[in-house]
């Protein structure tokens, strides 16, 4: 009889359990907690340079298959990119402005762009980077910037560390220019009923954590989380 009972208790704990840790990924700011010491590394510049030679915009920003089947622009909770990269090409006219990211629909962002008034002479595209590494690189390789050059880099604020350490080991020195946070001060016991787009964002920013030891394992980061 004991052999029969065991394992219904056994799955009632693992069912408790489970309830448990639902309950407290929907209710507690898990995501905040562990992703506001990525957020945090690199703050937005204090002071804005008087000039800069170019705006580096690592991409996910549109969602190609919605652009391509509409005709219209497209874009996804990331596009705070684009409009922080946009504004700063109109406060520095003679900036370059790259948005590097594989997949993106370019003929309806440069309509978008030109629509705006932003002189499309002026972009450039990165249309083959899979990742962060491969967008350093192929910049890097292309651009070849002088050391004398100041480039603004524009991508989320727990990206920004991996990134930033990959363009330092290519002797890419950028101004980090943060944005797309998703740390947010709130309550212990604050409800936020919304168990999948928490465990979504818990997945996202533990990437992110991952992907800093991996560069640094790979060699593709000399510091394992890189400082200001």
């Known amino acids: ?36 010491p990525l957020e945090s590394r690199f703050p937005p510049p204090a002071q804005l340079p ?47 402005l790259v948005i590097s990211g594989r997949g993106e629909n370019h003929e309806t962002l440069i309509e978008w762009l030109a629509t705006i008034g932003l002189d499309i002479d002026r972009v450039e595209f990165e249309p083959n980077a ?20 100041t480039w603004f880099l524009v991508t989320a604020a727990q990206h920004m560390p991996r990134a930033v350490g990959v363009f330092r080991k290519l002797g890419w020195p950028l101004i980090p220019y943060p944005v797309d946070y998703q740390a947010v001060d709130m309550g212990i016991l604050e409800v936020w009923p919304d168990l999948a787009g928490n465990l979504s ?18 060699g593709r980061s000399d510091e394992l989380f890189p400082t200001p």
């Open 50 to 96: 008087e000039k800069i030679d170019g705006i580096i915009v690592l991409g996910g920003i549109v969602q190609p298959r919605i652009a391509q089947e509409t005709g219209l622009l497209a874009v996804n909770e990331s596009a705070e990119r684009i409009m922080v990269a946009v504004a700063l090409a109109f406060r520095y006219p003679e900036a370059r």
């Open 201 to 218: 964002r818990i997945g996202d920013t533990l990437k992110e954590w991952a992907g800093l030891v991996v560069y640094y394992v790979m």
């Open 130 to 149: 899979r990742n962060t590494f491969e967008n350093a690189v192929f910049r890097c390789r292309k651009i070849r910037p002088a050391p004398d050059e």
């Open 1 to 36: 009889m004991l052999s029969w009972v065991r394992p219904k208790k056994n799955g009632r704990v693992w069912l408790t359990a489970l309830a448990t840790v639902l309950i407290l990924v929907t209710i507690l700011p898990i995501q905040s907690w562990i992703a506001r």
